[in-house]
């Protein structure tokens, strides 16, 4: 069992930055691949970033790409989420997840992770 916790969330206005911060409870933390989604008002989960247990390689969705950075201490137990240039409609609830890499399926599906904080409410203002 992992128990994660997201923190940093809150009302910023647009073009402002923002970090985001995930503690994990496990002591193997390392084991796991890490992932960022968001859900805004009235919309489904969404993917928006992803990065590996052991190479750090990330991945993200197209809507932030460019804006958005993922990192990872596994000393700490801690994800992060740098978020820049924030818009309007990255408003959301904003949940870490982790996979622990034995299920199947693509690294942008809800499914396929196996453990979710409950979130931070980032609102962005125009």
């Known amino acids: 069992q992992v128990h994660l916790v997201e923190s940093g969330g809150g009302l910023v206005q647009a073009g402002d930055s923002l970090k985001l911060s995930c503690a994990a409870s496990k002591r193997t933390f390392s084991n796991y691949h890490m992932a960022w989604f968001r859900q805004g008002p009235g919309r489904e989960r969404e993917f928006v970033g992803r990065?590996?247990?052991?190479?750090?390689?990330?991945w993200y969705a197209d809507s932030v790409k460019g804006r958005f950075s993922i990192s990872r201490d596994n000393v700490k137990n801690m994800v992060y989420l740098q978020m820049n240039s924030l818009k309007p409609e990255d408003t959301a609830v904003y949940y870490c997840?982790?996979?622990?890499?034995?299920?199947?399926?693509?690294?942008?599906?809800?499914?396929?992770?196996?453990?979710w904080g409950q979130g931070t409410q980032v609102i962005v203002s125009s």
């Open positions: 997840a982790a996979d622990d890499g034995v299920g199947s399926g693509h690294y942008d599906h809800t499914g396929l992770y196996d453990y």
């Open positions: 990065i590996d247990r052991s190479s750090g390689r990330t």
